[in-house]
């Protein structure tokens, strides 16, 4: 539907989890990945893949990136801001590996250390509290032009132990529809430079579109001044 960037949790054994849940082997994700990129040319996908949250490391999980996707992977290095898409090619994938103890990757390697994707998440369910801190932080940032890392805006609330409701879908449900007016409110107040990557849960085509259209703004103002 769009998205670009994908948040992968693993571990030990390398299927993919999210706290209590656990699903597939991430060969399965890998192999998608490689599948959409076969079937396009100049499309760019980030990957973050880390160990979740109270596991261990996968065995030797970075040669089994390097191994899967080498033949796509933009090495970790800082004149990447400074290109356009036409100049990576035909590399395409940008994977960030999160490891709780393993080594991070070094500079220059395959693959991207935690530093060059960043957020400011807070654990909370209220839509208000996830808005206001999601504009602090924002403002805080430098421009995209001027920044050497990505940096993540999370449209989501999280479910809480003192509260009643605790499936993630409806609570998840409280801040979706307030993705357009968190962009509208970013570009009011001068921030719209900053937003980059934006996420949320359960994704669909209205949030992509919203993305889509704060995207083709810029193009139309980068091509305005440029014939002027």
């Known amino acids: 539907m769009g998205t670009r960037v994908l948040d992968i949790r693993v571990q ?7 706290g209590i849940l656990v699903s597939y082997h991430v060969d399965v994700v890998i192999n998608d990945v490689k599948k959409f990129l076969s079937e396009t040319q100049s499309e760019i996908i980030i990957l973050e893949i880390r160990t979740e949250f109270g596991h261990e490391d996968p ?4 040669k089994y990136l390097e191994d899967h996707l080498g033949e796509f992977l933009i090495h970790q290095d800082d004149s990447v801001f400074n290109k356009t898409v036409a100049e990576l090619l035909p590399k395409r994938v940008i994977c960030v590996w999160k490891p709780r103890k393993s080594p991070q990757p070094k500079h220059g390697s395959s693959l ?3 530093g060059y994707l960043k957020d400011n998440w807070i654990d909370t369910d209220l839509p208000e509290t996830k808005f206001e801190s999601n504009l602090k932080y924002l403002s805080e940032q430098p421009p995209v032009t001027s920044r050497k ?6 449209n989501t609330v999280t479910p809480q132990a003192d509260n009643p409701v605790l499936c993630v879908k409806p609570v998840t449900n409280r801040i979706r529809p307030y993705a357009r007016l968190f ?7 001068g921030y719209g430079d900053r ?3 934006y996420s949320t849960d359960f994704i669909d ?22 014939t002027r």
Not at 59 to 62: A, G, I, S, T, W
């Open 205 to 226: 085509e209205d949030f992509v579109d919203a993305c889509i259209g704060l995207t083709n703004a810029r193009i139309e103002v980068n091509v305005t001044l440029s």
């Open 195 to 197: 937003l980059q990557i």
């Open 149 to 154: 890392y990505f940096y993540r805006v999370e």
């Open 12 to 18: 030990e054994d390398s299927r993919v989890c999210h």
């Open 112 to 114: 991207w250390s935690t």
């Open 183 to 189: 962009i509208n409110e970013s570009v009011s107040r």
């Open 59 to 62: 065995p030797e999980f970075d």
